[in-house]
């Protein structure tokens, strides 16, 4: 089932949380909103669960809106960010307790509950008390409980977030299998790229109450949609830039401008390059910064090298692979010269400040 | 769309309308009748009422013993609270049980009780009445019944801010060089005084209309041991309605601007902590 | 006194302290903004009383935070010193005065026709009392912790009033209302209800007074449980009674049990209010504590302080059920998923 949700704004007293939220959930994806804290992505979440109302806009459930729906009706199955698990109740009886008080007969409940602790991998565990669990069983007491009823939509408030880093990462994994098993349509909220990007089908990134991009990870990582998306995904060199003649100039030297839907005029704006992107070179190269190794950090798969170039306030970063940094046998003081190999040039918008980047 | 603004869970009609239904047909319909009455009595006659001699000798005794009492309590309170919290000694739960036995204790028992304890032939009041010093059916008496009665609440306030402060500042400030007086001059006290000023009104507030423990220890000499509370009981008893409305609305007056007070320390208190 | 600098106990953490089930000492006494709110209002040392070692004890020496043994000493007799001449002395002058004249007389005061009508009547208050202050405490603490609304201010402080305002006033103001010169009194008086100088005046008169004790438990106690645990009943498709019965009150029982000793031994022991509205006749509307005085007035000490004995065990009786109490509510260890 799919998810609609047209023109949503929410306020919390002056606080606005969602600012005019536009988008569709594909039925049986699974779909990561993914932002920074205070980005309005589990105000969204809670919404399209019917725990809070929008002050305008609708949520239609595969095309029927919900606002009059109560939670019940709407039948969607929601896992809480600390699971909110019934502490007074057993395992059991958390993953009963949709289908109690729908006062199904006990035989139903009873094997419904079985058969929900098995998917979860939690059989044996009936009697005890959510305290008893560790963080990942209950979060899978979590998610057992919220299928109970068979919901047409599962939705994910940071379900990892409280979890230790090797939790999580089984955690994820066994996620993205279960989805493949029962393709249900499920809305996931994060604030971790690597999270989203690993689980999600598709990624929708949210920014102070305002979508965006949406895309799958490949996508907004390799055209974003902002500075913001740029950012936000993975490290970055920002430079201030100003377009003229379709060339982008920066410091001293010109870049062609990428293409831009109804293409440039003249104006101020941000270039930005991956520090994967920046090659480096003993020599000197055509379109490259002149540079000074200020520091080489090995990173195991990959190597870090600070630089300073007079013409970029605040320095570079470029990641190299190991073998490449090994040839160039770099040392803090060494001049190199450094080229993008990608560049990617927003119009600098009002507030949009670069030294806030990410660096 | 209103509805939503408050929240989603049901039951906002029936607990809000429960709730202030009950609230003003105990509480607000009942405290109105004294507005009610003293509205009828008249400036002049309600000035007559509360500003006559015995009148103002009961709030002298009820204010000077009840700031006394909180002053004991602000003292003696802190003290219990940092040996509670601080050191071990035997019996150190039954102590903290015991502390909580003014609240839990009828005032009318601890009036007897304490009358026992301090008249003259009682156990304390005998090895003091040689020193010439008595204690019961005088004003030293309704000071000591108070001193009870509002004896926890410096130590309930106090003890658990007390008990949550880290040991890291105090080491981070022994470290800096501060000798252990001025580590409890200028880290523990001002860490502890706003729980401690409003365990100190607490216990004003509740002293300033105590009656119960009171009325056996104090004698109720007009002009000498009658506090205010008592006044208002003469009146009634003589069925000087009018008399009690007057006096009682100055002392429910005085126990409001104190209950604001107590609001203003407490959130004060919760800014410093630095709770929610 | 063990002298190991750091030895002994190692401070449980906070993920340890989520594995553990057993009343563990760091859970007595949840950190400010922990949301545990286990006991809520637990201030005493509930932890020593059963046993437990609370944290505070437990923890490592710190020799940078201790005192001298002479400052440790003298601070500690001079603290049970004052305890012993406020608190101490007067429990004993009860017992001591209660059996001055032997158990048999003692027995025979308790077994008096007008004393165990004193009894039957304090019985009867508390027990309407009671049930109905917890049915409001638990729809204001419903209404205050679980929706967003203008005049939650107010109306908190409303609520808390009846402790601000003097026993005697609260009595007063029920004879005003309800007392033969009162507003509704001759109207009363005409439909042959009476309530002052009656039995339903002391009822009332006890409400009064204990009537925020149940709220004022639960309300700090729902706060820190916040609301989650109820909206996940809500997505699951629970009705608000199902929610209410199912989720929150099995949480806040023991929160509840606590208010409900607290306002029971308040409108037990009631003295000031309930001698305004009682008019003191004897075996009709005399309560426990008014039954006391009056034999005190008439130099019955023995008997006065053998009546008076039993409302001591009262106390002594809620006490215990306050520290069992503030175990329980500790012990049940620290939330799941807490945020710490």
């Known amino acids: ?359 | 769309m209103s509805a939503t603004r408050r929240g989603v869970l049901p039951g906002f009609g029936l607990s809000t309308g429960l709730t202030v239904f009950w609230l003003g047909l105990v509480v607000l319909l009942p405290l109105s009748t004294l507005g009610l009455q003293t509205a009828r009595l008249g400036p002049a006659q309600l000035w007559q009422v509360i500003a006559s001699p015995r009148a103002v000798a009961s709030y002298r005794l009820s204010l000077g013993a009840s700031l006394g009492a909180a002053a004991i309590n602000a003292v003696f309170g802190f003290l219990v609270a940092w040996v509670l919290v601080r050191y071990r000694f035997p019996g150190k739960a039954l102590v903290d049980a015991l502390v909580d036995l003014p609240f839990a204790l009828p005032t009318a028992v601890s009036g007897i009780a304490l009358t026992a304890v301090y008249s003259p032939h009682g156990w304390v009041g005998r090895f003091l009445e040689p020193l010439g010093i008595r204690v019961a059916f005088t004003p030293l008496g309704v000071l000591v019944a108070l001193t009870f009665t509002g004896l926890p609440f410096v130590i309930r306030s106090v003890e658990p801010v007390l008990a949550d402060l880290e040991p890291d500042v105090e080491e981070a400030a022994a470290l800096l060089g501060a000798t252990r007086r001025q580590v409890f001059r200028r880290v523990l006290f001002p860490a502890v005084l706003p729980a401690t000023l409003t365990g100190f009104s607490l216990a004003f507030a509740r002293a300033l209309g105590e009656y119960g423990s009171v009325v056996f220890i104090s004698g109720n000499m007009p002009f000498r041991t009658e506090v205010a509370p008592l006044l208002v009981m003469t009146r009634l008893e003589q069925f000087d309605y009018a008399g009690a409305t007057a006096l009682a609305s100055v002392m429910l007056g005085a126990s409001l601007l104190l209950l604001f007070a107590v609001n203003r320390l407490q959130r004060w208190t919760r800014a410093r902590a630095g709770a929610p | 006194m063990d002298p190991r600098p750091g030895g002994g106990a190692v401070k449980v953490t906070g993920a340890v302290r989520e594995q553990l089930p057993v009343a563990g000492p760091a859970s007595v006494r949840p950190p400010p903004g922990d949301g545990a709110g286990g006991g809520a209002r637990a201030p005493g040392a509930a932890g020593e009383a059963v046993g437990a070692p609370a944290e505070r004890s437990s923890r490592p020496r710190r020799p940078a935070t201790e005192d001298p043994a002479w400052i440790r000493r003298g601070l500690t007799a001079l603290a049970l010193g004052f305890l012993a001449l406020f608190v101490g002395l007067p429990v004993a002058a009860v017992l001591s005065e209660a059996f001055s004249k032997g158990a048999a007389l003692y027995l025979a005061a308790l077994r008096e026709p007008e004393a165990l009508a004193a009894i039957r009547l304090t019985l009867l208050t508390a027990g309407i009392a009671v049930p109905l202050n917890a049915a409001f405490g638990l729809a204001a603490a419903w209404s205050v912790t679980r929706f967003r609304y203008r005049g939650k201010d107010l109306l908190l402080s409303l609520i808390d009033l009846p402790f601000g305002v003097s026993p005697v006033i609260a009595g007063m103001v029920i004879v005003l209302l309800f007392g033969a010169r009162g507003l509704l009194g001759p109207w009363l008086v005409a439909h042959g209800c009476r309530i002052v100088f009656a039995i339903p005046g002391v009822v009332l008169a006890t409400v009064f007074v204990t009537f925020p004790f149940v709220a004022r438990e639960l309300i700090p106690f729902l706060e820190a449980q916040g609301t989650e645990e109820e909206e996940a009943a809500l997505t699951l498709g629970a009705s608000g009674w199902q929610i209410f019965t199912r989720v929150t009150l099995p949480n806040v029982r023991w929160s509840l049990l606590y208010g409900l000793v607290l306002c029971n031994a308040r409108a037990m022991g009631e003295f000031g209010a309930v001698s305004v509205v009682s008019g003191h006749v004897r075996g009709l509307t005399d309560t426990i504590p008014l039954h006391v005085e009056i034999l005190y007035d008439e130099y019955d000490f023995a008997a006065a302080f053998a009546v008076a004995s039993l409302l001591l065990l009262l106390a002594v009786l809620t006490l215990a059920a306050k520290q069992l109490l503030e175990w329980r509510a500790g012990g049940r260890g620290a939330p799941h998923g807490s945020r710490s």
């Not at chain 1, 990428?258 to 293409?263: A, K, T, V």
């Not at chain 1, 101020?268 to 910064?289: C, G, M, Q």
């Not at chain 1, 990173?299 to 490449?324: D, I, K």
Request: hydrophobic letters at 40%; charged letters at 25%.
């Open chain 1, 1 to 359: 089932m799919s998810i609609e949700i047209r023109g949503v704004r929410k306020s919390f007293g002056a606080f606005q949380a969602l600012r005019g939220v536009d988008l569709t959930v594909p039925s049986g994806e699974l779909t990561a909103l993914l932002g920074p804290s205070g980005c309005g992505k589990t105000t969204l979440l809670r919404i399209v669960a019917g725990l809070e109302e929008p002050d305008q806009g609708e949520v239609r459930h595969h095309g029927e809106p919900v606002a009059d729906a109560t939670p019940r009706d709407r039948n969607v199955g929601l896992v809480f960010q600390h699971y909110a698990l019934f502490r007074h109740l057993t395992v059991f009886e958390n993953v009963a307790f949709a289908l109690r008080v729908r006062r199904r007969p006990r035989a139903e409940v009873d094997a419904r509950v079985r058969e929900l602790l098995g998917l979860v991998q939690l059989s044996g565990l009936e009697d005890r008390r959510p305290a008893q669990l560790s963080g990942g069983q209950r979060q899978r007491v979590a998610l057992a409980r919220a299928l109970a009823t068979r919901p047409r939509v599962l939705l994910l408030d940071e379900p990892f977030g409280a979890l230790d880093a090797r939790v999580r990462q089984d955690l994820r994994r066994w996620l993205r299998r279960l989805h493949d098993e029962i393709h249900l349509t499920t809305l996931f909220v994060t604030h971790d790229q690597e999270e989203a990007f690993e689980v999600a089908d598709r990624v929708v990134l949210m920014n102070r109450g305002l979508v965006e991009q949406v895309g799958t990870p490949r996508q907004v990582f390799e055209e974003p949609a902002s500075p913001f998306v740029m950012r936000f995904l993975g490290s970055v060199n920002a430079f201030p830039a100003r377009v003229v003649g379709g060339r982008a100039r920066v410091g001293g030297l010109e870049f062609d401008a990428p293409h831009r839907e109804g293409g440039w005029s003249e104006e101020p704006a941000h270039l930005f390059v991956r520090p994967h992107e920046l090659e480096l070179f003993r020599t000197p190269a055509p379109e490259s910064f002149a540079a000074t190794v200020e520091r080489v950090t090995p990173l195991g798969g990959t190597v870090r090298v600070e630089l300073s170039a007079p013409s970029v306030e605040g320095g570079l970063e470029a990641e190299l692979e190991p073998r490449r940094a090994e040839a160039l046998a770099l040392a803090p003081g060494d001049r190199v010269y450094a080229a993008p190999r990608r560049l990617r040039l927003f119009p600098a918008g009002p507030g949009d400040s670069l030294t806030s980047s990410g660096l």
